[in-house]
């Protein structure tokens, strides 16, 4: 851990430290006394309705603020980031690892190997729990920082070890337990390798998560992602069609089975196998209230159902023609077709899916979300022309539209001559169809 660095990145106008006169750039050093490591013990700190804060004003000044307010009221402070104290980072070798994937002069955050069980709780990112001390985890039970999402991969300990690449791996079970027998909720993934935990190892995995219900509220199971930037690694396949569609059949079942038991099918696969596959999506009720979205699971359903509710603002016809090109990767391209189909029933529009090959990251990588700016501006360059161009927003940085090669749109509308609009798939076909009846 490092330096406490609470810096300020915004003030809510109007808020408590807006009165304060408390500015973008300051620090807060201290609250009540204790010097807070991370927005959560911030958050935690500043319920009490009565709080002496130290701050370190941007020329080198200290305030010390005496505040009364409301108990849990917020007192209006956004920071640059949400661990004041640095990331911790992942201490694992594993042989899936997609960072050791990546080819160079990427976007520096995206060589960055985070572990952190704080990120887990706020922003939903995956962890093993192989860094954390004994401290650590007296925290998470003490402050009840849950739900945790948790990269399981396989119970068997002498295999995590291995997968893992960290003596410690091995302890995932014990650590879970503990964690459900304290109360913390947890959301797990398996990242499938074929021929490694799948199969009896991964019934195991499944088995022995099942038992922590309803603390394990959740087991996401996704495949494995290989670049073409794998020198010096461990050789692994991704899985094949009809490996998906046994896979699919079986976790259908455990479904049923957790349904009848748990009353949620507890266990969930990404959208991903069923491209594979070439089976349909299931149904909503298969998802159990989407709880890994973020992980691929569910997204296509989401979608498609919510352009089934938006289909009926479609008119018959347009008043002017329009073509459309909607950017897709190879896996979006078969997602993606019964919506193109009914879009062309419309008069006066004609929509192209321009399925764009991962030339960057190799054949093995599918998805729209991996692509760059550079591979998608190669391949619009060789087809016709068309009014607009639309991208979903996976395709770029969640805050910002930049692509994983540090292109953005706006230089492909400038090399393109069309316009270029970037379409929101967290609000599922709304944006899309709000673009068509422009």
């Known amino acids: ?4 660095k609470a810096t300020v990145e915004k003030v809510v106008p109007g808020s408590i430290a807006g009165d304060l006169g408390i500015e973008k750039g300051d620090r807060v050093i201290s609250i009540n006394g204790r010097k807070p490591r991370d927005f959560i013990e911030y958050r935690f700190l500043c319920a009490d309705d009565e709080l002496e804060m130290e701050i370190r004003k941007k020329n080198g000044d200290v305030w010390v603020c005496d505040i009364l307010k409301e108990y849990d009221e917020d007192l209006g402070l956004v920071f640059e980031e949400d661990t004041f104290d640095g990331i911790m980072s992942c201490v694992n070798k594993c042989i899936f690892c997609f960072v050791d994937q990546m080819p160079p002069d ?3 955050s995206l060589y960055i190997k985070d572990d952190d069980y704080r990120l887990s709780f706020m922003h939903g990112n995956f962890v093993t729990l192989t860094n954390l001390t004994k401290k650590d985890f007296d925290r998470i039970v003490g402050m009840r920082i849950s739900p945790l999402y948790i990269s399981v991969h396989c119970t068997n300990p002498g295999l995590r070890e291995k997968m893992l690449g960290n003596r410690r791996a091995g302890e995932i079970m014990g650590q879970l337990t503990m964690l459900a027998e304290a109360g913390i909720e947890m959301h797990t993934q398996i990242v499938l390798c074929p021929d490694i935990n799948d199969g009896d190892e991964l019934v195991r995995t ?3 998560l099942s038992s922590l219900w309803p603390r394990v509220r959740s087991i996401a199971i996704v495949p494995v992602g290989l670049t073409r930037h794998r020198e010096n690694l461990r050789i692994l396949r991704k899985i094949n069609s ?4 046994g896979l699919i059949d079986r976790v259908r079942e455990y479904q049923r089975e957790f349904m009848q038991k748990f009353g949620s099918p507890l266990v969930y696969l990404s959208d991903e196998f069923y491209v594979i596959a070439g089976r349909e999506f299931p149904k909503a009720e298969f998802y159990g209230g989407y709880p890994q979205l973020e992980n691929g699971v569910g997204l296509v359903r989401l979608f498609y159902d919510s352009f089934v509710e938006e289909s009926s603002r479609l008119p018959e016809a347009l008043h002017k023609a329009k073509k459309i090109a909607i950017v897709t990767g190879v896996s979006g391209d ?3 077709r019964p919506i193109a189909e009914r879009l062309n029933r419309i008069k006066n529009l ?3 899916l321009v399925s764009v090959f991962n030339e960057f990251f190799g054949g093995h990588v599918t998805v729209a979300g991996l692509l760059t ?3 998608v501006l190669k391949v619009l360059k060789k087809r016709p022309s068309r009014d607009m161009v639309l991208l979903p927003s996976v395709m770029c940085k969640r805050d910002e539209p930049v692509f994983l090669d540090g292109t953005a749109p706006g230089d492909l509308e400038k090399e393109l001559n069309v316009p270029v609009r970037v379409i ?3 609000e599922g076909a709304k944006q899309l169809i709000d673009v068509i009846m422009e």
Request: net charge negative; proline share 0%.
């Open 1 to 4: 851990m490092g330096e406490i």
């Open 106 to 108: 990427l976007r520096e």
């Open 206 to 208: 499944i088995r022995d």
């Open 242 to 245: 009809a490996e998906a569609a």
């Open 334 to 336: 078969y997602v993606l």
């Open 350 to 352: 004609h929509v192209e």
């Open 373 to 375: 700016g550079r591979d």
């Open 424 to 426: 929101n798939i967290d």
